[in-house]
């Protein structure tokens, strides 16, 4: 039998052939770069604890990217810009040219470096939607169509606010070529559950052969 000893020495190695970024970590933190980056890493190394950070959930997502917004709070307030980046994990949004911040990159022996403008998140309550009907700021609220379709509606105009086409290029597979490793769309749409009048024990025991003469248990639901 395997000692318990050897058995968290094998745990403790698997454990380090696993990149830092798949680890569960409480004290994990999302930044501007995606989890799988060098960059991300670098921010969330092992044995750097960072403060939980606490993210108000948000219900529903009105926001898209592509999508025309002003900026409410900062010192681009007024400002109106487009929306180039979404990261929902922290409740942020990037608009493309405002709430910027400059840093140097570039610095070597003999050269000062060069300061390059970079666009600081912002709270998606920061921002309101633009209305396309006057081109003004407004609340909006989800609501459906006669066909059903779900839609962003302003609440002082009554106007639809389309789907922005950075969106809908982003969530437009017809074009995508199956890869060797993709699974066969065939198999993906093929139906291979059958409803039964019956209970899983017994719908097991046709399916193999299985006879059992005991008699079922009483089986109460409250």
Same mark, same amino acid.
């Given at each position: 039998m395997v000692r318990l000893t050897e058995i968290l020495l094998m745990a403790r190695q698997a454990s380090k052939t696993k990149p830092s970024w798949q680890r569960v970590n409480k004290h994990y933190r999302f930044v501007m770069s995606r989890p799988w980056t060098i960059q991300a890493q670098i921010a969330n190394l092992p044995g750097k604890n960072r403060k939980v950070v606490h993210v *108000?959930? =948000?219900k529903e997502w009105k926001l898209m990217k592509g999508d025309l917004v002003q900026v409410l709070k900062g010192k681009d307030t007024g400002k109106i810009g487009t929306i180039i980046d979404i990261i929902r994990e922290r409740n942020?949004?990037?608009v493309e040219g405002l709430n910027c911040h400059y840093r140097r990159i570039g610095k070597m022996e003999g050269f000062k470096g060069t300061y390059v403008a970079s666009e600081a998140p912002?709270?998606? %309550?920061? =921002?309101?939607?633009?209305?396309? @009907? #006057?081109?003004? +700021?407004t609340e909006v609220d989800m609501r459906y169509t006669e066909a059903g379709d779900k839609v962003r509606v302003s609440r002082r105009t009554g106007r639809i606010i389309p789907t922005p086409q950075m969106t809908l290029k982003e969530n437009d597979h017809s074009n995508y070529v199956e890869q060797a490793?993709?699974?066969?769309?065939?198999?993906?749409? %093929?139906k291979t559950f059958q +409803?039964?009048?019956? @209970?899983? *024990? &017994? #719908?097991? %025991?046709?399916?193999?052969?299985?006879? &059992?003469k005991k008699p079922p248990y009483k089986t109460f639901w409250y």
């Amino acid at each position: 039998m395997v000692r318990l000893t050897e058995i968290l020495l094998m745990a403790r190695q698997a454990s380090k052939t696993k990149p830092s970024w798949q680890r569960v970590n409480k004290h994990y933190r999302f930044v501007m770069s995606r989890p799988w980056t060098i960059q991300a890493q670098i921010a969330n190394l092992p044995g750097k604890n960072r403060k939980v950070v606490h993210v *108000e959930p =948000v219900k529903e997502w009105k926001l898209m990217k592509g999508d025309l917004v002003q900026v409410l709070k900062g010192k681009d307030t007024g400002k109106i810009g487009t929306i180039i980046d979404i990261i929902r994990e922290r409740n942020w949004v990037i608009v493309e040219g405002l709430n910027c911040h400059y840093r140097r990159i570039g610095k070597m022996e003999g050269f000062k470096g060069t300061y390059v403008a970079s666009e600081a998140p912002l709270l998606h %309550r920061q =921002v309101a939607l633009i209305d396309p @009907s #006057d081109n003004q +700021p407004t609340e909006v609220d989800m609501r459906y169509t006669e066909a059903g379709d779900k839609v962003r509606v302003s609440r002082r105009t009554g106007r639809i606010i389309p789907t922005p086409q950075m969106t809908l290029k982003e969530n437009d597979h017809s074009n995508y070529v199956e890869q060797a490793h993709d699974t066969k769309s065939e198999d993906v749409c %093929r139906k291979t559950f059958q +409803p039964v009048m019956k @209970s899983v *024990e &017994d #719908d097991l %025991r046709e399916k193999f052969g299985i006879k &059992d003469k005991k008699p079922p248990y009483k089986t109460f639901w409250y």
